[in-house]
């Protein structure tokens, strides 16, 4: 597979550290409000791409962090911590609020066909490892303390803009500077411990070696991500948003604890955007979420399909109408799988066959930096080809629709389920490469759970027994 690297401006060939898994780390949501749809378009990405991978025969372990604690709403340390803030709005406990959204955003998850990462850590439950984070910071001699808490000095940090360029690293200080709190040192300092204000209480803080509050935002994902998947990982990835800050200070805070590489790829979903490039946002008034389109009489599916109309590094602009296109070219793809399903003769349907045009071109795709589009555009060929029988398109379909996610066949219970497919594939993959000891270990499982293959001249051939 190849992917486009933020960190070094370029598409490259991706190379897991360990043979064929991949760890990756995705930012998570800050459970204040719901998710918007712009977010949801950074994690539909993130779906595909981790379901590409697995479809590559790649196993992925994917951490996904909750924020609740921490996250301000100004990038530069100043302002509320958009947590509070949301339970004042709501005049909830910060803790329910968390709970709350955190349940919403699971269920906007589950309802976009997106799978729910393995671990998916809250900051709170990780105020521990973060304090131990700072400690060896500061016991390196990256911190500083000023009236409002610790900071981390960017400048002992010689790569400190690697991940954005030297050019974005010049507008971020004159950008900073307007805003620049006074105590820093320099203007991309960033806060890792803030003490908790005097004047009022704060509902979430905690005791540490520098006095009571809580932790910076980004400390969060360094420590977590380190917890979860060691001292590197093979991809991070975020919305675009996150490169000059956000991302920029995990890369700073980790590799100054480590000295090691923090993550070796790094993947970023450009923004949707509304008509005139507006950006959505979840403090200001104009952020739309997944109810919102369900309203308006559009499954959250289509609200998929319509992502994968456009490549993840594409701006993307939203409107009803583009979402009504979608929801027109999705009801036909529905349609047309339907009218296969119905003519295919279940008992000649065969697992998937590698050689197949449609699947090398598909696999190409996924391969060519997550082309979905062009994903997706392979599936309507092979589904139009009459020169394929039914059985054969349905079982690409059926295989593309691992990635794709967007429900194309009922499953019935006399379908051959996905996991039969899976073995069925990794036999033919053992087979290609002429390892047929595995090969046949595994037709042997496929006959343990009621199903004998066959090799035929069209590919391999599955049937219950
Ligand atoms: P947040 O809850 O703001 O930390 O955002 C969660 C994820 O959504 C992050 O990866 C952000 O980069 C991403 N994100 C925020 N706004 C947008 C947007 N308008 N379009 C795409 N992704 C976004
Ligand atoms: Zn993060």
């Keep these: 597979m190849r992917v486009y690297n933020t960190l070094k401006r370029q598409v490259e060939e991706f190379k897991p550290l360990s043979d064929n898994t991949v760890k990756i780390y995705t930012c998570g949501p800050t459970v204040y409000h719901y998710v918007h749809i712009g977010n949801l378009r950074t994690f539909i990405f993130e779906d595909f791409l981790e379901k590409a991978l697995n479809f590559l025969g ?15 709403t100004s990038d530069s340390d100043e302002g509320d911590d958009k947590m509070e803030l949301g339970a004042n709005r709501e005049g909830k406990n910060v803790w329910d609020i968390a709970e709350f959204y955190i349940n919403a955003f699971k269920k906007d ?7 729910i990462p393995d671990l998916l850590p809250r900051a709170t439950d990780h105020i521990k490892e973060m304090i131990e984070l700072i400690r060896v910071l500061e016991e390196k001699g990256y911190t500083y303390r000023t009236s409002d808490g610790i900071y981390y000095d960017t400048s002992k940090f010689a790569d400190y803009h690697k991940l954005m360029g030297k050019a974005n690293m010049d507008g971020i200080k004159e950008g900073a500077r307007i805003e620049f709190n006074k105590e820093k040192k320099n203007p991309t300092d960033f806060a890792l411990w803030k003490f908790s204000p005097t004047d009022v209480k704060r509902q979430m803080e905690w005791d540490s070696p520098w006095g009571k509050g809580f932790p910076g935002w980004h400390i969060e994902c360094s420590a977590m991500s380190m917890k979860y ?18 991302h920029t200070n995990e890369i700073a805070q980790s590799e100054a604890a480590t000295g090691k590489n923090f993550a070796n790829y790094w ?25 919102v389109i369900k309203d308006k009489g559009f499954l959250p599916v289509e609200y998929r399909y319509f992502c994968a109309l456009a490549h993840y590094r594409k701006q993307l602009e939203f409107s009803f109408s583009g979402l009504e296109s979608a929801k027109n070219g999705y009801r036909h793809l529905k349609n047309s799988v339907e009218e296969i399903v119905e003519k295919a003769d279940p008992s000649k349907i065969q697992a998937v066959n590698t050689e197949n045009i449609y699947y090398k071109n598909f696999v190409a795709a996924l391969s060519n930096d997550l082309n979905i589009p062009s994903a997706l555009s392979i599936l309507w060929d092979a589904i139009r080809d009459k020169n394929l029988s039914y059985e054969e398109r349905l079982s690409l379909v059926s295989e593309f629709d691992r990635v794709l996610s967007f429900d194309l066949i009922k499953k019935t219970e006399e379908s ?12 033919d993959n053992f087979k290609k490469n002429k390892d047929y000891k595995n090969a046949d270990e595994i037709r042997d499982i496929i006959k343990q759970k009621g199903y004998i293959v066959e090799d035929t001249p069209k590919g391999t051939k599955v049937k219950k027994i």
């Excluded at 998947?229 to 956000?246: F, R």
């Excluded at 979903?269 to 109810?291: G, I, P, R, Y």
């Excluded at 389920?417 to 899976?422: A, G, R, V």
């Design 58 to 72: 790649y196993r992925v372990i994917r951490v996904m962090n909750i924020t609740d604690v921490g996250h301000l």
């Design 109 to 115: 998850m589950d309802e976009l066909n997106c799978k």
């Design 229 to 246: 998947l060691g001292e590197t990982l093979d991809i991070h990835c975020g919305g675009i948003d996150h490169i000059q800050v956000h």
């Design 267 to 291: 993947m970023h979903a450009e923004f949707l955007v509304l008509q005139n490039n507006e950006k959505m946002s979840k403090s200001a008034d104009n952020f739309l979420t997944l109810s």
């Design 416 to 427: 051959i389920s996905d996991e039969i497919y899976e073995l069925v594939r990794k036999r």
